[in-house]
């Protein structure tokens, strides 16, 4: 079973540049979430992909984005970085089905810096 | 909104003793769930152990269990047997029925001293 797995580890960039994160979901799982932690605090939501489609979302503004893929591997684009922006960033997947949800599986996170 | 509050941001314990990190939250919403996570250095948050709010039976999981009050909302975990690979952040954490998003807390980062 393959788990959820995150590109790249770290990434250093520019304020006002556009960053890319990557992930792929632990196999058999059809919703992938993203959140944001920043240092010394607790995650916090920023979207979630079910079916290609977001479903859910948090206090992040527009410039935060993404995409799930047919293959349930999922990208956050961040337009116009900005300074606070600087945050661990961590892809979780699982399963959703008319039987309830399965719990959170998280990646190992990308570690984004800007400067 | 739900909000959730580790008022513990640091505690120690000695290698074998049993410690207690604390959690308390706040809902409207009578069904939801309840997780602890620990976030070791390599990042990853790992599911330690779940509760659901509609089974009055605390959960439990091998050294690990949770003294889940309802009424007082409140969901403490207890690691009896403390090792040293049990050193890592712990969050508690929240989710709604049907809901997307779990509602972290700040936190509780654990030592174990040998």
């Known amino acids: 079973e393959t788990g959820v797995t995150q590109s790249p580890t770290h990434l250093i960039k520019t304020r006002g540049q556009q960053v890319t994160l990557r992930c792929s979901s632990q196999s058999g799982h059809n919703t992938v979430s993203w959140y944001q932690q920043a240092l010394g605090q607790g995650p916090q939501f920023i979207f979630q992909y079910y079916r290609e489609e977001e479903n859910g979302r948090g206090n992040f503004p527009p410039r935060f984005s993404g995409l799930q893929f047919p293959n349930y591997s999922s990208e956050l684009n961040v337009n116009a970085l900005e300074l606070d922006d600087s945050a661990l960033y961590l892809c979780?997947?699982?399963?959703?089905?008319?039987?309830?949800?399965?719990?959170?599986?998280f990646g190992n996170g990308t570690r984004l810096t800007v400067t | 909104a739900q909000t959730v509050t580790q008022s513990q941001p640091e505690m120690s314990v000695q290698e074998a003793e049993t410690v207690t990190l604390s959690c308390t939250y706040d809902t409207s919403e009578s069904d939801y769930y309840l997780f602890w996570y620990k976030q070791p250095p390599s990042r990853q948050m790992i599911l330690v152990i779940r509760?659901?709010?509609?089974?009055?039976q605390n959960a439990t999981e091998n050294r690990f269990s949770v003294n889940f009050q309802k009424a007082a909302k409140s969901f403490s975990l207890k690691i009896s047997d403390s090792q040293l690979g049990d050193a890592a952040m712990y969050f508690c954490?929240?989710?709604?029925?049907?809901?997307?998003?779990?509602?972290f807390g700040q936190g509780t980062r654990l030592t174990i001293n040998p």
């Open positions: 954490a929240y989710v709604g029925q049907g809901a997307q998003k779990l509602v």
């Open positions: 509760q659901e709010a509609y089974k009055q």
């Open positions: 979780a997947s699982s399963y959703i089905s008319l039987m309830g949800n399965s719990p959170l599986h």
